[in-house]
């Protein structure tokens, strides 16, 4: 194997990744790129909880939109609803250690949630409650509209 495939990681990222796995299946240890396979890692793992807090955010934002303009519900609203439950219950599925962080990252997802429904909305943010009006259950109940 081309050592300078093997090290190519800013070029082309596919060929460096499978060169990784190439060596590592062949257990050639010492051959890998320890430093940038430690940094794609670490990229995933913030990837990863970007995602979830993403998606807790776009969750909360329509849900209030909901709550704030219940005759403007739209079937987009809904599948959006619907969608970010999805998403998150196969995130937290797929990695169950980030579920004692659920509480964090609504925490922090509510100040931006709740700015966003207002412009959406067109309402003035003191409209919207100062603090999250709905709980992690309601949140994740696929059943749950406010």
Not at 75 to 96: C, D, H, N, V
């Amino acid at each position: 194997m081309d050592d300078h495939i093997i090290t190519d990681h800013e070029t082309d990222f596919l060929v460096w990744t499978n060169a990784q796995i190439e060596l590592l299946r062949a257990k050639q240890f010492d051959r890998l790129d320890l430093e940038n396979i430690i940094e794609e890692l670490e990229s995933m793992a913030r990837a990863d909880q970007h995602e979830l807090e993403h998606r807790i955010e776009k969750l909360i934002t329509h849900l209030l939109k909901c709550e704030l303009q219940p005759g403007q519900i739209s079937g987009s609203w809904l599948g959006t609803i619907r969608e970010q439950r999805y998403r998150i219950a196969k995130l937290l599925k797929a990695m169950p250690s980030m579920k004692p962080l659920l509480d964090s990252y609504i925490a922090m997802a509510y100040e931006h949630a709740a700015a966003r429904a207002a412009d959406e909305t067109h309402l003035p943010r003191t409209s919207l409650p100062t603090e999250m009006p709905f709980t992690k259950e309601q949140l994740l109940d696929p059943d749950y509209l406010p």
